[in-house]
């Protein structure tokens, strides 16, 4: 059975007799029925009755009807009202927009808005580049998304898609300062999306594509970033390379292994495996072993896909062409981003020892952390109710703020190496253990850490870029 989670957390009103005893009497039928007591308050009282909120988090929907009826079955007691708390926060949304500057008088409105903004207009047509300070543009992306492969619920559209898009701009805002808007689009057709975000970029200084299903992700992605002059950022593939390669990097620090010499399985070849696997690559791996569904991925097969073949000319140098479970035998690294329970505890007792496994299939992993953590060293997933959360809020925020200041026009693998290294280092070496490779989510100095290690990689990628253009040209002159 699955634990209890705030993602299922309620609050039921009960009405029960009043005495000393009544709320530990709630409290002990809400724990009978498997549910967390996270809060218990008396809302009102009277000579012969106690009205108490009690809260707890549940399983699912059953569970929340079992934990009613628990109570319901005590003398004397009755359930008023059970309110869903993740529904209650999302009741007409969790955005809204409020203006930067205060509208108090004639003389405000005429700078705000006509006729002095048409002089910022006339400016910004004379000089498109000055949008960037003019504007929204300075600090806005675009959340875009076709609903196609949403968390771990698939393809449920772009309206279902849209509270995820929603919470996504929130942790910008929160994370970071950066003002994040969702912008769903009711079409999956990747020449109709990749219009339409080419459209509306003169609002945003930078996208970052979110749920789009492979491989029409990786084209829409490649297309944008030729085609527009603000950085696209797909975060299922490089928010997950960034923040597994931050993990992996202090996990290994943990057992005392190295990332040239450690054998890596990885299970999900699709948009978050493929960008791990080049990231590893970049930064040295060189015993990969990537499984799909239908084994291991290698050089004697053919792939339609390009990602597949790349990953075949690029991963399993041995020719490796078994399971998924047979590629874990002897593996120092199992890095899941698939589907639940691919894996049981008899594979990860088979891998090396001091072994490390990130099971990161949200919200059920590939394998159940308790049991991996009978045989593993190091455990990670993408949960919040485990140790090691692995969780691309750590990397987005800070990425963007970094772009966003540098003025960015592209991301470079440096980019990405210099925000996984700042999030790494967030963990000094007298907290390192193996309950502790990556920070919290809330560590307030992960994002500007994070900003400040991509900001820098960009400008001296910038540099670099007029330094070979400077050579160039001093080249071209002197031909000629």
Not at 311 to 329: C, D, P, S, V
Request: proline share 4%.
């Amino acid at each position: 059975m699955a634990n209890p989670s705030p993602g299922n957390s309620i609050t039921l009103r009960v009405e029960a007799p009043s005495s000393f005893s009544a709320t530990s009497e709630l409290a002990a039928a809400v724990g009978a029925a498997g549910a967390a007591i996270t809060a218990l308050d008396v809302s009102e009282s009277h000579h012969e009755t106690l009205v108490v909120d009690v809260t707890c988090n549940t399983t699912d929907d059953d569970h929340a009807a079992r934990v009613k009826d628990a109570l319901n079955a005590l003398d004397g007691v009755s359930v008023r009202k059970v309110s869903d708390r993740t529904f209650l926060m999302h009741l007409g949304g969790k955005l809204d927009v409020v203006p930067k500057v205060a509208l108090r008088n004639r003389d405000d409105l005429s700078r705000a808005y006509t006729p002095g903004v048409a002089r910022v207009c006339l400016a910004i047509a004379e000089d498109p580049a000055m949008a960037r300070n003019l504007t929204v543009k300075r600090n806005t992306v675009a959340v875009v998304t076709d609903g196609s492969a949403v968390l771990g619920l698939g393809n449920i559209g772009s309206a279902a898609a849209l509270p995820v898009m929603e919470g996504k701009a929130a942790l910008f805002k929160q994370f970071a300062n950066v003002d994040a808007w969702p912008v769903c689009l009711d079409t999956q057709d990747t020449e109709e999306i990749i219009r339409i975000v080419k459209a509306i970029a003169p609002v945003y200084g930078g996208v970052n594509l979110e749920d789009i299903a492979a491989p029409r992700c990786f084209e829409i992605e490649n297309r944008l970033r030729e085609e527009l002059d603000i950085p696209v950022f797909h975060d299922d593939q490089h928010g997950t390379a960034i923040v597994t390669l931050a993990a992996l990097v202090n996990a290994l620090r943990v057992v005392g292994k190295n990332l040239e010499e450690v054998r890596i399985v990885v299970s999900g070849v699709g948009a978050a495996g493929s960008a791990i696997i080049q990231l590893l690559k970049a930064q040295g791996a060189r015993h990969i072993v990537a499984a799909g569904r239908s084994g291991a991925i290698h050089s004697g097969e053919d792939y339609t896909d390009e990602h597949r073949s790349w990953i075949a000319a690029n991963t399993n140098e041995e020719g490796f062409a078994g399971t998924l479970h047979q590629a874990l035998k002897g593996a120092d690294v199992f890095i899941g981003v698939s589907a639940p329970h691919v894996i049981g505890e008899e594979q990860v007792a088979s891998m090396a020892e001091d072994a490390i496994v990130f099971a990161m299939a949200n919200p059920t992993p590939e394998i159940d952390p308790v049991a991996a953590a009978r045989h593993a060293a190091v455990v990670a997933t993408g949960r919040s109710d485990f140790p090691n959360q692995i969780n691309n809020v750590l990397a987005f925020p800070g990425f963007f703020r970094g772009l966003l200041d540098a003025g960015a026009s592209d991301i470079t693998p440096e980019m990405l190496v210099a925000a996984a290294k700042a999030i790494a280092s967030r963990v000094a070496d007298d907290e390192l253990n193996a309950s502790y490779i990556i920070p919290s989510v809330f560590d307030p100095h992960v994002a500007a850490d994070v900003a400040s290690a991509v900001a820098a990689a960009a400008h001296a990628a910038a540099e670099a870029r007029d330094t070979a253009a400077a050579l160039a040209s001093g080249a071209a002159s002197a031909s000629a």
